[in-house]
T-cell receptor, first 114, second 115 residues
Framework: EAQVTQNPRYLITVTGKKLTVTCSQN?????MSWYRQDPGLGLRQIYY???????DKGDVPEGYKVSRKEKRNFPLILESPSPNQTSLYFC?????????????FGEGSWLTVV | AQSVSQHNHHVILSEAASLELGCNYS??????LFWYVQYPGQHLQLLLK??????LVKGIKGFEAEFIKSKFSFNLRKPSVQWSDTAEYFC?????????????FGQGTTLQVKP
């Protein structure tokens, strides 16, 4: 079954304590991306990756880092989380080659920073 | 800059009522258009998408959307809603040119269907 898997699904952490949200896809997709969802703002792209070792900033990259060492994995790193990073995070992936290829989303990770 | 605007932030309907959710985008080039649905506590699911061809697109669960190029619109419709349609709905756009695949989302519309 085609899947994008995120972990953890729910996390409460404290300001400044580094955390990583993992994302893994089993569809051999080149393109992966992270979004955050906030009320009234919809989803906004944080970072994306066109392929292994190729990453770029989205619209709201501040406070986040990513890496793409393997095709299937695209972790999101918060080096020093702050309360304004409390949000619902979605990882997504798709096949490249056609800008209309369906994007698959993970189930979301609820992050609360206190 | 590319943007997507959803006119209705919160819609409340009774079962069997007809639904139309507005979506407008701003981009002069060719686009791909999507509607996603997010049921409470769940992830985004694709309802329907438009790439080219017939501007009236049919999706899952009885939803349809019409692309009107001259109005830069892609409104979502359903003739008769059910309580199970209660969810948040997102319109999204990607540019046809280039290959970043970046989805630009609207702010979302929360639909509440009363039984």
């Amino acid at each position: 079954e085609a899947q994008v898997t995120q972990n953890p699904r729910y996390l409460i952490t404290v300001t400044g304590k580094k955390l990583t949200v993992t994302c893994s896809q089993n569809m051999n997709h080149e393109y992966m991306s992270w979004y955050r969802q906030d009320p009234g703002l919809g989803l906004r792209q944080i970072y994306y990756s066109m392929n292994v070792e190729v990453t770029d900033k989205g619209d709201v990259p501040e406070g986040y880092k990513v890496s793409r060492k393997e095709k299937r994995n695209f972790p999101l790193i918060l080096e020093s989380p702050s309360p304004n990073q409390t949000s619902l995070y979605f990882c997504a992936s798709r096949q490249t080659g056609n800008s209309g290829n369906t994007i698959y989303f993970g189930e979301g990770s609820w992050l609360t920073v206190v | 800059a590319q943007s997507v605007s959803q006119h209705n932030h919160h819609v409340i309907l009774s079962e069997a009522a007809s639904l139309e959710l507005g979506c407008n985008y701003s981009y002069g080039g060719t686009v791909n258009l999507f509607w996603y649905v997010q049921y409470p506590g769940q992830h985004l699911q694709l309802l329907l998408k438009y790439f080219s061809g017939d501007p009236l697109v049919k999706g899952i669960k009885g939803f349809e959307a019409e692309f009107i190029k001259s109005k830069f619109s892609f409104n979502l419709r359903k003739p008769s809603v059910q309580w199970s349609d209660t969810a948040e709905y997102f319109c999204a756009v990607t540019r046809r040119s280039g290959n970043t695949g970046k989805l630009i989302f609207g702010q979302g519309t929360t639909l509440q269907v009363k039984p």
